[in-house]
T-cell receptor, first 116, second 114 residues
């Protein structure tokens, strides 16, 4: 079963519009960690944020913000006032540390295309 | 900054060849990972290692093997390359500390098997 679901495959927005990427996860653990990564056309995945299961505070970093809601098992990502440089694939990932290692379960990614 | 270096950005090999993909990290991380990325399938874990000479199968280990002789280096081996192994391969590393550490990725290797 898919542990991390990113339903929107490709999203196109016009520059300066906001875009929200949905991430729904599934776990039986009470302690877990959620991550977002950005993969620009160059190919390298860049770490954006980590959230632990006990911290439901929303976070803002510049034009990026994250909304973590345990009640709906969601960890959504919003880019405000999008720019062409935001064009990339964005991955949500889940870590369940009960097995003692640091495996990540990735969603299939959201391809964001920002049109100038 | 963590640096994960993959030996090649682009690689073209022939069916049946033995192929080595090399990955080196410079931050003394215990964990190292190999993924492949295919359109519509996201990242899938092939193998990972949490210590020198230790290896664990990921979700799609068939057709691959790995080697970790030194802490900083993790090699992915395609014993007899096949066309269905044409893909983007990504290496990552992280600290071991109980699952809350982000993985740091290399630039990826685009491998084509002809």
């Amino acid at each position: 079963a898919q542990k991390v679901t990113q339903a929107q495959t490709e999203i196109s927005v016009v520059e300066k519009e906001d875009v929200t990427l949905d991430c729904v996860y599934e776990t039986r653990d009470t302690t877990y960690y959620l991550f977002w990564y950005k993969q620009p056309p160059s190919g390298e995945l860049v770490f954006l944020i980590r959230r632990n299961s006990f911290d439901e505070q929303n976070e803002i970093s510049g034009r990026y913000s994250w909304n973590f809601q345990k009640s709906t098992s969601s960890f959504n990502f919003t880019i405000t006032a999008s720019q062409v440089v935001d064009s990339a694939v964005y991955f949500c990932a889940l870590s369940e540390p009960h097995d003692g290692n640091n495996r990540l379960a990735f969603g299939k990614g959201n391809q964001v295309v920002v049109i100038p | 900054d963590v640096k994960v270096t993959q030996s090649s950005r682009y690689l073209v090999k022939r069916t049946g060849e033995k192929v080595f993909l090399e990955c080196v990290q410079d931050m003394d991380h215990e964990n190292m990972f190999w993924y492949r990325q295919d359109p519509g399938l996201g990242l899938r874990l092939i193998y990972f290692s949490y210590d020198v000479k230790m290896k664990e199968k990921g979700d799609i280990p068939e057709g691959y093997s790995v080697s970790r002789e030194k802490k900083e280096r993790f090699s992915l081996i395609l014993e007899s390359a096949s066309t269905n192994q044409t893909s983007m391969y990504l290496c990552a590393s992280s600290l071991l500390l109980g699952g809350n550490q982000p993985q740091h990725f290399g630039d990826g290797t685009r491998l084509s098997i002809l």
